[in-house]
């Protein structure tokens, strides 16, 4: 009996995504949990496994399609018994889609991953302010991307990657890979046209009118979901800021005691330290650690912290559980982790959803202050500087001291002035204080 492939929702919010690529073909015959597909959501590309033996009877979603509904019909699958052209005809009613020639618009801003009033188990990427936007150009027509061949090697690069080259008219094939198992990412085949490979005339020509200063890229399923959930952020959640800075150079020095103690190849980073001391203000001031809902506010227990992390073509935030019951050296092994695989697209779903706090750390990339946009539906995040070495005054004297500014942005909907300026004391208290971390 023919078995409906349909969309999957890989996360518990999801509701759509890009079918990225197809890696059958109808008529290939599969077995249960060979790979069919990627699917490239709002976090990172996931690979799809055939759930049946059987034989791709019919694709009905073209490798390439856009925002492509969860428990869509992507495609059909025939038994090995049964008549292919039979199993076909269940696909009767639904259009093949085919693969966009042209960039698909994003979506007008409305609740993709979270509703106004989203479940506890839905987080997205943690941005600063949002950059400032390019000048207005008409979008040139994209290329599409050259389609996989029957009988060729299969060819491992990211969603990103082959979109760009595709763009530029290079055979992705010809490029050396340098990310995860050889994987091609958009800096490989950017170094491969930086080195003179470029597109052939009739490529560029049908790229429109595009000046040779500019470069345009599409939109891929994060980025969409970034702004769409951001700019939500900021319509809906009434923001305001309070800072306040923490000497550190007892966390630093405490800092060096720990790694000097610590298991052979965990390293406690200061961020641990500060997961560590947002996890111990969370359960100290409760009203900071909830979500604004229609009918009330949703308050939790543990402190589950998303940690922003960068990685190509957008951010992703997986999710330290119940930190507040998590050691410095838990910590660092757990952030480390979780970190390297958001890089390397290796995360569950479950990994980066579900988060109640999140901390946006940029002080690495040398940046004293900023305000960083809340994570709906999230009541706050805190947005972590550099630490560095100024002027304060203690008593009626002057020194020196390494100082760290962070910025906590709170939705006033459900956490007040007084409230947020407590959490920031409970929080500059742990952090000027780190053996309290320790107790």
């Known amino acids: 009996m023919a078995v409906k492939i349909l969309m999957p929702a890989l996360s518990p919010t999801m509701t759509d995504g890009t079918l990225a690529r197809w890696l059958v073909a109808e008529g290939d015959k599969v077995r249960s949990g060979d790979v069919i597909a990627e699917i490239e959501t709002d976090k990172a590309t996931m690979e799809v496994e055939a759930l049946d033996d059987g034989i791709i009877a019919k694709i009905i979603v073209a490798e390439g399609s856009q925002n492509v509904a969860v428990n869509a019909l992507i495609a059909v699958l025939a038994e090995e018994d049964e008549d292919v052209s039979e199993a076909a005809k269940i696909a009767e009613g639904a259009e093949a889609v085919p693969a966009p020639a042209t960039p698909v618009p994003a979506p007008k801003a409305e609740a993709v ?3 106004a009033t989203p479940s506890p188990a839905t987080s997205a990427p943690a941005t600063p302010a949002p950059a400032t936007s390019a000048p207005a150009t008409s979008a040139p027509a994209s290329l599409p991307a050259p389609a996989v061949s029957q009988g060729k090697a299969r060819v491992f ?16 094939s010809a490029v050396k890979g340098t990310g995860p198992h050889g994987r091609i990412i958009r800096a490989d085949v950017e170094e491969a046209l930086a080195k003179g490979v470029s597109a052939p005339v009739a490529a560029v020509a049908a790229a429109g009118t595009l000046a040779q200063s500019e470069r345009f890229e599409p939109h891929n399923a994060m980025r969409r979901v970034i702004a769409e959930r951001l700019q939500q952020s900021k319509q809906t959640a009434p923001h305001f800021y309070l800072t306040v800075e923490c000497e550190i150079d007892t966390l630093l020095q405490a800092r060096k005691a720990l790694n000097e103690a610590a298991p052979e190849g965990v390293k406690i980073s200061v961020n641990d330290m500060v997961v560590k001391a947002a996890a111990a203000a969370l359960i100290a001031v409760p009203e900071v650690n909830g979500y604004f809902e229609a009918e009330g506010c949703r308050y939790f227990s543990d402190a589950d912290i998303c940690i922003a992390v960068a990685v190509d073509g957008g951010l992703v ?26 890089r390397d697209n290796q995360l569950d779903p479950s990994e980066y959803s579900g988060g109640t706090f999140t901390i946006s750390n940029l002080g690495m990339f040398g940046i ?12 706050a995040i805190l947005a972590v500087g550099a630490g560095e070495k100024r002027p304060v005054v203690r008593g009626d004297a002057l ?5 760290m500014s962070v910025t906590l942005s709170a939705d006033h909907r459900i956490v007040d002035g007084a409230v947020g300026a407590k ?17």
Request: hydrophobic share 50%; proline share 8%; no cysteine.
């Open 157 to 172: 690069a990211s969603p990103l990657a082959r979109r760009i080259a595709g763009d530029a008219g290079l055979d992705i």
């Open 399 to 403: 020194a020196v001291a390494t100082v």
């Open 317 to 342: 935030t997986p999710v330290i559980r119940s930190a507040n019951h998590l050691g410095l050296s838990a910590i660092a092994s757990t952030s480390a982790d979780l970190a390297k695989r958001a």
């Open 113 to 115: 991953q979270a509703p």
């Open 423 to 439: 959490w920031l004391q409970a929080f500059k208290g742990a952090i000027e204080n780190p053996v309290t971390m320790l107790l």
């Open 368 to 379: 004293r202050e900023f305000a960083a946009v809340i994570n709906p539906p999230q009541a």
